[in-house]
């Protein structure tokens, strides 16, 4: 089970930071991965991160402002927003795979999903 958090409100240029909980004692053998859903749009990929923490990808739209990191030890994964745009604005959400990719159909588990609005 996954549960996401830190989802809110912020002004253009503002940052949040994500949190992703994770159930289970398997957590450091899954990718996780961040995806984002827009109003009106399609389920895109935002960043995903290996299982040890040792690779990290990231959609162009959100590189050198995202930062994707995970803490085995306490079943988390995190999502650093910098420099937010409105056009960041969606729902946000974690997910677990066997596979590294930035692939959504590759994710097995997923979480609720938080929301992120950034206001102009």
């Known amino acids: 089970q996954l549960q996401a958090s830190g989802g809110g409100l912020v002004q253009a240029g503002g940052s949040l930071r994500l949190s992703c909980a994770a159930s289970?004692?398997?957590?450091?053998?899954?990718?996780m991965g961040w995806f984002r859903q827009a109003p009106g749009k399609e389920r895109e990929f935002v960043a995903t991160?290996?299982?040890?923490?040792?690779?990290?990808k990231y959609a162009d739209s959100v590189k050198g402002r995202f930062t994707v990191s995970r803490d085995n030890a306490k079943n988390t994964v995190y999502l650093q927003m910098n420099s937010l745009k409105p056009e960041d604005t969606a729902v946000y959400y974690c997910?677990?795979?066997?596979?590294?990719?930035?692939?959504?159909?590759?994710?097995?588990?997923w979480g609720q999903g938080t929301q992120v609005t950034v206001s102009s």
């Open positions: 997910a677990a795979g066997r596979f590294y990719s930035e692939i959504l159909s590759r994710y097995d588990y």
């Open positions: 289970g004692r398997t957590f450091s053998t899954y990718a």
């Open positions: 991160i290996s299982p040890s923490g040792g690779s990290t």
